[in-house]
Structure formats: C-alpha cells, structure tokens
C-alpha cells in the first residue's frame, strides 16, 4: 500500500473569517481563499477555519470543508447533535450548494451537465483523475452568467466566463476537474490547469466562491436559504 505524504505548507492568511449568520445551534461563515478548513497535521498547517472558530465557540465542528484556494459559505456546527444532523442533511443530498467561478475562456454552450466518475491515484496525490472504470460517479451542471474579459494586475486581459456551479454529488475536487474535462478550467487553479494559459500565471487566487447554500434548519425545521455573493 503507497503512503501518501502531504508535503504542502500553507502561506500566512491574514483575511478574516467573517460571520454571516450565528444562533445558538450554528454558524455560517464567509471563509476566505488562502486558508486551510482544519488544520493539518504538520504544525505549520495549524491556522484553519476550525481552529479560529474554536477559540471563540468551544465544541463547535464543520459541517463540511472548502479547499484551501476557495472562498465562500461554510455551515459550522455548535455541538455534536446538530453537527449529526447537519451531516445526515448532505449524506442523503438534501443540501443544495452553488458556486460562482471564472472559467479560462469562453464556453459556447449557455448550460449543460458534467458526468465523469472521478478516483484517487496515489501516483498523482494530491490530484484526482477522470477514471470511468474505477472512479465514483461524479455530476455537475453549470450555467454561464457571462462572457467577459479579465485583466490579473498589469497582465493582459484574458477571456474568461463566469458561471454558476451546482455539484449534484461531493467527490474531492469535483468543480475543478470537471471544469478541467469540459476544457474550461477554473481561473487560478494550480492542479487542474487553471494557469496554464498566458497571463493566467499571475492570477493571484483560486476563482471559486461557495455562493448559495440551500438546507433545513436542524433546530427550527425552517427551509433556509444562505447567499453571499462572490468578490470577482
């Protein structure tokens, strides 16, 4: 069996993690790109999402994670009972998550689905790959908001298209492979091609925002509709 060894170490990230939403049972969160969602075994990799939150709400728990370069909505449990139902919400897919990302060039269709199972290779770690022999099932649809022109500090500007996001399952990666395999990768993504076009080297972040969360209220029961709309 391959061992696999994390060798990443996070910069400093001195965005703040903003609080959207409290009551006594959760959390919803903005969380800035740069910063980890837990902290990570080696002590370097200590600064994350939980271990902010923590010091200010003892016992509370996520619900699920961001990747380290995406920014947006977080749902953040305050104890265990509420962080088991929350879980149970997105086991069973009853959590509805849109993002908004910036995607290299410009997409003809207006709409469509990405269905491509996606698998771990230890030879690869940490990317994921296509795989439909051996990967799981894996499905997206996307929805162009807009074809535009984006300009990364004095580079020049690059066609790009902004869309909206909905992964209909939660594999690793998921969004950005599958933008990778539609041949549009997401602007700023350093393992699936996102800057490999000129100019996009000096893109400075990840260009996926957690936009939308849709789910029920452990507690209340209440339909809840969280939205916080991106900054790029």
Known sequence: MSTLIDTFIAPPCHDDVEILYQDEHLL??????GLLSLSGKNP???????????????????????DFGTSGLMLVAGNKAINAALCQQFSQRSVSKVYTALLCGHLQDDEGVIDAAIAKDPAL?????????EGKPARSRYRVLERIYHT???????????????????????????CQYLGYPILGCDLYGGQL???????????LHASELHFIHPVSQKPTHACNPSAF
Request: proline share 9%; glycine share 6%.
């Open 28 to 33: 919803l969160i903005n969380k800035p790109s």
């Open 44 to 66: 370097q990799n200590r600064d994350s999402v939980h271990y902010r939150l923590v010091q200010q709400f003892p016992g509370c728990t996520l619900v699920h994670r961001l």
């Open 125 to 133: 770690f940490p990317l994921m790959s296509i795989n439909a022999c």
């Open 152 to 178: 990364p500090g004095e580079g020049a500007a690059i066609p790009v298209t902004r869309v909206e996001l909905i992964p209909e399952t939660g594999r690793t990666h998921q969004l950005r492979i599958h």
């Open 197 to 207: 076009l000129p100019g996009t080297e000096t893109v400075s972040r990840l260009m």
